[in-house]
C-alpha cells in the first residue's frame, strides 16, 4: 500500500527526466524481477542480461506508463515478455506455451512449479546474504524484530503495526529503520568483500 | 537522515518531505547505499533464492548510454499533509456543539476570569482605542501564534 | 581495558540518541500537519470568540484561500459594529462602516512548510508540549495539543485540531491560575474548493512578485540603539523595522520578539510634541499594551505575555546608543 505511493513518485520523477529516480526503482525490484526472469532464462549469468535489458526496455517504455496499474505490475508484464522474446530467439521455447501475465507468473512462482539454476557462486551468496540477514532478526531486540516483520512479511503499514503494538507511529518508524541499520551494518562486511570478487 | 529513507521507502513520509528526500538521495552516496541495503534485507526475509550481485552498478552503465526519457505527468497527490478532500466530496461540514463546557485540562476545570479584581493589575479594554488598533494590528502580523495553527492573523484586531 | 571504556561509552550515546527521538517526532509531526492545514488548506467556517477578561463574545466569519500568490483571508465581525479584515501576500485592508483603509504588509509572502524547523525548535525550548489524546468532541474525532510554559511570564495554550484534516477547531489560552484569558472555537468549518472568492483581492502576478515599496525591512542604528534587558529567556528577536506607522509623522521603530508561540513587540517612537498619548495597560484577551514615555520617546510594549511580563519588558527598554 506503502508501495505505490513511492513507486508512484518515484516513476513521475523519472518521466520528468530524472534517471536517478529509477535507478532507485531498478535497486528495488532487481531481485525479483530477476528472480522471475530466472523462471525462463535458467542460467543465472543469462538471466541477469535478460533483467537488465527488461529494465531497458520499462525506461524506454516510461511514456506509456500511466499509473492505471501498479508500477510493478507493469514491469512484471515487460519482464515476461522480454523474457519470452529471448528465449524465442535462441530458438528456446518458454516453459510454457500460451499466454503468460503477471497474475499467472506469480501463482507459478508460489507453487514452485518452475525450476530454478542458478551458478554456485549465486548460490552460496544468496544463502550467505540470507543467513546474515535472518541471524541478524534473531538477535534484534524483540520489539525491533517485530516492527520489521510485520512491516515487511506481513506488509502492514506503520498505522496497522502501531495498532498492533500498541505504540506512537513515531516508535513504529524508529524502531524499523533501527532494525534496518543493525542488520545492515552485519551485511556491509559481506557486500563489501564480495565486490572484491568479481568473475 | 537514513531514517528517512527507511520511512520514505515504506511510503510513510509526506509528499513534501518525499520530495525533500528524493533530492537528497540523488547526491549522497551513503543514502544511497542505505536504499540498496534495506531493500535487500527487505528482499531475503521474503524470497531467500535470488541474489544478483553488482546489479546495479552495471546497470547503471547501461542507463547512461540512454537517451533521457522526458514525458511528464501529473499525478494526483497521495499522501498530502492535508486529506480528506476527494473529487467527488470536497465539501465537509463540521458542527460543533457546547464547546463552552470543554475541559481544558483533564484535571481541572478552569473558570472564566469574569471578575477582574481578581487579577492583580486591572487593564483598560482598549476597545474604542484606534491608535492602540495600530500597535496591535501591526504586532499580529508577526504573530507566531498563526504559524502553529492559522485562524485569523489579526484576530485580536477584528474583535475590539 | 580502555577498549571496553569506549565500547561502553558508545553505548549510551547511541541509546540516548535513539531514546530521544520517538515521541519528540510524534509531537513536532502533528505541529507541522496543524500549521500545514491551517496554511494550505482552503476553508471557511464560523467561530466564537471571547475574551476571557473583558467578558464580551464576538461572532465572525473567516475564510481562507490559497492560490500561486499564496495566501488570501478575509475575517469578518457578524455581531455589532462592521468591522472586517480581508488579506494576500502584499495588502491588508481594514473595512468599517467608515470606509476602506489599506495597511502596509511587512511580512513577505510565507514559503512552503508553513512551520520551519527552528520555530519547533523553539516550541520545544520555552513550553512543554503534551499531545493530550482525546477522543471525540460532538461526534467529531479531534487531537488535542497542550503548551505548558517553563515560567509564569507566558501563558499555557490548548488547541483542538480535526484529526483528519488537521484543521484547528477550538484554542484556549489559560493563565497560571487556570483562568480563560480568551477562547475561541468553530460552530461550523467548511473544507473544499466550492468557497466563495469574490471577495479575493486580485493582484497583478507582476507585481506581487516584486515586494511592496513600502515594506522597509531595514536594519538601521535607531533599532540596535534599544536595549532590552528584562526580555524573558527563550524569547528571540526576530525582526527589527524601522517605518512610517500609520498617522505618525516620523518612523516608527519595531522590534519583533518571539519565543515560537507568544509574540511581543516593542514600538518605539518619537514623542515629537504630541499630547495626550496614552500610557499604561490595556488589553483585549489575550492581547496586553503597556505604554510609557522615556527619553522623549513613547515606548509601546504588545505581546500574547501576561500583563507583568509586557510591563517588565516596557520598563527595561533603555537606550544605548550614543547621544
Known amino acids: 500500500m506503502g508501495d505505490r505511493e513511492v513507486d508512484e513518485q518515484l516513476v513521475e520523477r523519472a518521466q520528468a527526466g530524472d534517471k536517478h529516480a529509477f ?4 535497486a528495488k525490484y532487481q531481485r525479483r524481477l530477476g528472480r522471475l526472469i530466472n523462471r525462463f532464462v535458467r542460467d543465472s549469468a543469462e538471466a541477469e542480461d535478460v533483467t537488465q535489458d527488461a529494465f531497458i526496455k520499462a525506461y524506454r ?18 519482464g515476461i515478455n522480454t523474457a519470452k522474446n529471448y528465449l524465442l530467439a535462441l530458438g528456446r521455447r518458454a516453459p510454457t506455451s500460451t499466454h503468460f501475465d503477471a497474475e499467472e507468473a506469480e501463482a507459478f512462482e508460489h507453487a514452485g512449479l518452475l525450476h530454478e539454476v542458478s551458478t554456485p ?23 525491533l524484530r517485530m516492527a520489521l516483520t510485520l512491516r515487511e512479511i506481513e506488509g502492514l503499514s506503520y498505522e496497522e503495526i ?38 | 537522515m537514513k531514517q528517512n529513507i527507511s520511512a520514505f521507502m515504506d511510503g510513510e513520509l509526506f509528499e513534501d518531505e518525499a520530495d525533500n528526500v528524493l533530492s537528497r538521495l540523488k547526491k549522497n552516496s551513503e543514502l544511497q547505499q542505505a536504499w540498496q541495503e534495506y531493500h535487500l534485507i527487505g528482499d531475503a526475509l521474503r524470497q531467500p533464492d535470488y541474489f544478483a550481485n553488482d546489479f546495479s552498478a552495471r546497470f547503471h552503465q547501461r542507463l547512461e548510454t540512454e537517451p533521457i526519457v522526458f514525458a511528464p505527468r501529473r499525478r494526483v497527490m497521495q499522501k498530502a499533509r492535508y486529506f480528506a478532500v476527494s473529487a467527488a466530496a470536497s465539501m465537509m461540514a463540521l458542527a460543533l456543539v457546547a464547546w463552552l463546557s470543554m475541559q481544558v485540562d483533564q484535571e481541572r476545570t478552569p473558570q472564566l476570569a469574569l471578575a477582574p479584581q481578581t487579577l492583580d493589575i486591572r487593564p483598560a479594554s482598549f476597545s474604542n482605542n484606534n491608535e492602540i488598533n495600530d500597535y496591535v494590528m501591526a504586532h499580529e502580523e508577526f504573530s507566531p501564534t498563526t504559524d502553529v495553527h492559522g485562524v485569523a492573523s489579526y484576530i485580536h484586531s477584528v474583535h475590539r | 581495558m580502555n577498549y571496553n571504556y569506549l565500547i561502553l561509552l558508545a553505548y549510551f550515546i547511541s541509546a ?13 509531526e502533528w505541529l507541522k500537519t496543524m500549521a500545514f492545514a491551517a496554511h494550505q488548506s482552503n476553508y471557511s467556517g464560523t467561530f466564537v470568540y471571547q475574551d476571557g477578561v473583558g467578558g464580551h463574545v464576538d461572532v465572525s466569519r473567516i475564510t481562507h484561500v490559497v492560490d500561486e500568490n499564496g495566501e488570501h483571508e478575509r475575517l469578518e465581525k457578524l455581531n455589532g459594529e462592521r468591522r472586517e479584515i480581508i488579506s494576500s501576500p502584499n495588502q491588508v485592508w481594514l473595512i468599517t462602516n467608515q470606509g476602506k483603509v489599506r495597511i502596509e504588509r511587512r511580512k513577505g509572502k510565507r514559503i512552503f512548510p508553513a512551520l520551519l524547523p527552528e520555530q519547533i525548535l523553539m516550541l520545544k525550548e520555552n513550553y512543554v508540549i503534551r499531545e493530550v489524546a482525546e477522543d471525540r468532541v460532538a461526534g467529531i474525532h479531534v487531537h488535542a495539543v497542550l503548551f505548558k510554559p517553563k515560567d509564569n511570564l507566558r501563558y499555557t495554550h490548548k488547541m483542538w485540531a480535526d484529526s483528519q484534516t488537521g484543521l484547528l477547531l477550538k484554542a484556549v489560552v489559560i493563565d497560571d491560575r487556570d483562568r480563560i484569558i ?16 469574490s471577495w479575493m483581492i486580485v493582484e497583478p502576478l507582476a507585481q506581487s512578485s516584486l ?6 525591512p531595514v536594519l538601521t542604528a535607531k533599532t540596535t540603539d534599544w536595549q532590552i534587558d528584562a526580555i524573558p529567556s527563550g524569547f528571540k528577536m526576530t525582526q527589527h523595522f524601522c517605518y512610517p506607522l500609520k498617522n505618525r509623522n516620523r518612523p516608527v521603530t519595531h522590534l519583533v520578539f518571539s519565543d515560537g508561540l507568544a509574540g511581543i513587540s516593542v514600538f518605539i517612537e518619537d514623542l515629537a510634541g504630541r499630547e495626550n498619548v496614552n500610557v499604561g495597560l490595556s488589553s483585549q484577551g ?17 505581546g500574547e505575555v501576561p500583563p507583568n511580563t509586557v510591563i517588565q519588558v516596557g520598563d527595561s527598554v533603555r537606550y544605548a546608543g550614543v547621544e
Open chain 3, 182 to 197: 480568551e477562547q475561541y472555537a468553530f460552530t461550523e468549518l467548511t473544507l473544499g474548493d466550492k468557497i466563495d472568492r
Open chain 1, 23 to 26: 535507478e532507485l526503482l531498478v
Open chain 3, 211 to 216: 515586494k511592496s515599496p513600502n515594506v522597509v
Open chain 1, 121 to 143: 557462486e549465486n548460490e552460496l551468496m544468496s544463502k550467505q546474504v540470507v543467513a546474515v540477514v535472518n541471524e541478524s532478526l534473531l538477535q534484534l531486540p524483540d520489539d
Open chain 1, 162 to 199: 502501531a495498532t498492533v503494538m500498541n505504540c506512537p507511529i513515531g516508535t513504529v518508524r524508529s524502531r524499523i529503520f533501527r532494525a534496518r541499520d543493525a542488520i545492515a551494518a552485519n551485511l556491509r562486511p559481506l557486500l563489501d568483500t564480495n565486490e572484491n570478487q568479481r568473475w
Open chain 1, 61 to 78: 517504455a516510461l511514456p506509456g506508463f500511466r499509473g492505471d496499474s501498479a508500477f510493478y505490475t507493469w514491469l512484471y508484464r515487460i
Open chain 3, 286 to 302: 489575550v492581547i496586553q499594551v503597556y505604554s510609557r514615555v522615556a527619553w522623549n520617546k513613547l515606548i509601546t510594549v504588545v
Open chain 3, 16 to 28: 540516548a540518541t535513539s531514546f530521544a527521538d520517538p515521541l519528540r517526532d510524534d509531537q513536532a
